[in-house]
């Protein structure tokens, strides 16, 4: 698709695939390119994902002003794109730290989302803080794998507070419902493909103001749907259930043997729970 230009001149590029109704899709990373949500898990076959390269990622310009990856202020660049698909309100999607976004936006500009999706959600725009024994809970459902015992290890230095890049390396098989070689190359490249210097940037000094952000997803009236992963150690289920009660009309579904990418995990059960959803 050509690029859209944001308000501050930044070219920004999108991906428009599937057919039916759009659905504008926010990655995570933060500030990784959308080429891993696919076409989520068969969605397209169905609906018109609509996916956002954030500034300086993938196929969208990098800014001249580094600052502008604060994710307050990539709330401009979504509303940019609905103004540049001529909707007067969209169904919304957020991935992970694209929830963040998601919320941010919705608290902005609630009138224009239709219905809102929030998958295994990214909750610093909330400030919802997820014990160390939740995490710890939802990776022993793995406790049979091979890969089990060192990367448990890992996960309790990094939900004390002692993991360093290593141990955040060893429990990235818990993001993943299987971790067969599908799942390690899908892994590095999302690596690859995140842009750190930005991703640094984008929960910076003023980025959030979770108790403002919190009133306003209690006031938005539309429906939303949270998805969890049942094994996923970054959003796990009461985490995910916290956020949903965040809202007036949430409703949240939990599916078995999924990690932190559920479209990868269990698409079909995935499709169908948005397709119920979005219908």
């Known amino acids: 698709m050509p690029p859209f230009t944001a308000a501050d001149g ?9 057919s039916g109704a759009p659905l504008l899709c926010l990655p995570g990373g933060p500030m990784q390119d959308s080429a891993y949500l696919g076409d989520l898990g068969g969605l397209a076959a169905h609906r018109r994902p609509i996916r956002l390269d954030p500034r300086g990622t993938g196929a969208s310009a990098a800014p001249a002003d580094p600052a502008s990856y604060r994710c307050d202020r990539l709330v401009d660049d979504v509303e940019a794109l609905r103004t540049h698909l001529g909707l007067d309100a969209v169904d919304l999607l957020g991935h992970s730290a694209g929830a963040d976004l998601a919320a941010l936006y919705v608290s902005r500009h609630p009138d224009r989302v239709s219905r809102l999706v929030l998958v295994a959600p990214g909750t610093a725009a909330v400030g919802l803080d997820t014990p160390p024994e939740e995490r710890l809970a939802a990776a022993r ?3 049979a794998e091979p890969w089990f015992g060192p990367a448990y290890a890992a996960l309790e230095e990094v939900t004390a507070g002692r993991g360093g890049a290593e ?44 108790p403002a952000t919190r009133a306003a997803l209690a006031g938005f009236d539309r429906p939303v749907l949270v998805v969890a992963g049942e094994g996923d150690v970054n959003t796990p289920p009461p985490t995910a259930a916290a956020y949903a009660a965040l809202f007036p009309r949430a409703e949240l579904t939990v599916l078995p043997g ?6 990868h995990d269990a698409p079909e059960r995935f499709t169908a729970t948005l397709n119920a959803f979005l219908a």
């Not at 141990?167 to 750190?196: K, N």
């Not at 999924?258 to 479209?263: L, N, Q, R, T």
């Open 167 to 210: 141990a955040f390396t060893a429990v990235a098989p818990f993001l993943h419902g299987t971790w067969d070689g599908a799942a390690r190359e899908r892994h590095a490249e999302s690596g690859r493909r995140r842009d750190d210097g930005a991703a640094a940037a984008h929960a910076g000094e003023g980025a959030f103001d979770p």
């Open 141 to 143: 459902l793995r406790s």
């Open 10 to 18: 930044t070219e920004l590029a999108y991906h428009d695939s599937g």
């Open 258 to 263: 999924a990690g932190h990418f559920p479209w």
